[in-house]
């Protein structure tokens, strides 16, 4: 493991949790920051030759077709689109569909707790009323939670910057650990 890998890795995440930051509170992934990541995948990619950067390059190329025949439909947003294809060229091309599969989960199990939290919001038990009613103070972060409480009723999408984040950071700390 190249310590230039790691050290660029850890800048993705970074650029990664700054755009989760973001797409919870914009429900937008800034350009910026997928150029940022695509950057650091690139410096990544740079180091195991000629041969490995063509498959890498043919691999985000399938990733990129993909998210954006997805986004294309309205199934994900179209930075989320933009930002799964610029992190797929992070991992070495045998990596990558575990990476792939990594931030599913992580939408799952985020789309999960988005669910649940409607429910909970909606019933008529006083668990939604009483969040309502409690009314966290004026901070930033009682204003924040008012409203992400009414994105979730309202059916928005939710924000998968944080899906994305977490499974690229599952699959980056895999791969730390296996070599």
């Not at 919001?121 to 008012?146: C, I, N, T």
């Not at 924000?159 to 690229?168: D, M």
């Amino acid at each position: 493991m190249r310590t230039t890998d790691l050290v660029l890795w850890f800048i993705a995440i970074v650029a990664l949790v700054v755009a989760s930051v973001h797409d919870v509170r914009d429900r937008l992934i800034p350009n910026t920051l997928v150029l940022i990541v695509l950057g650091v995948a690139i410096g990544t990619r740079i180091g195991g030759g000629v041969a490995a950067a063509g498959l890498s390059l043919l691999a985000t190329a399938i990733v990129a077709a993909l998210a954006y025949f997805l986004a294309d439909r309205d199934y994900i947003g179209w930075g989320d689109a933009k930002m799964i294809a610029a992190t797929s060229l992070l991992v070495p091309p045998p990596i990558v569909v575990p990476l792939i599969f990594d931030i599913v989960i992580a939408g799952g199990a985020l789309g999960c707790l988005y669910v649940l939290a409607r429910i909970c919001l909606r019933q008529d038990s006083g668990v939604g009323r009483a969040a309502e009613e409690s009314r966290p103070s004026d901070s930033k972060f009682g204003g924040f939670v008012r409203t992400e409480m009414a994105r979730i009723v309202a059916h928005e999408p939710m924000p998968y910057g944080v899906a994305i984040l977490g499974g690229v950071s599952y699959c980056i700390l895999s791969v730390v650990r296996t070599r």
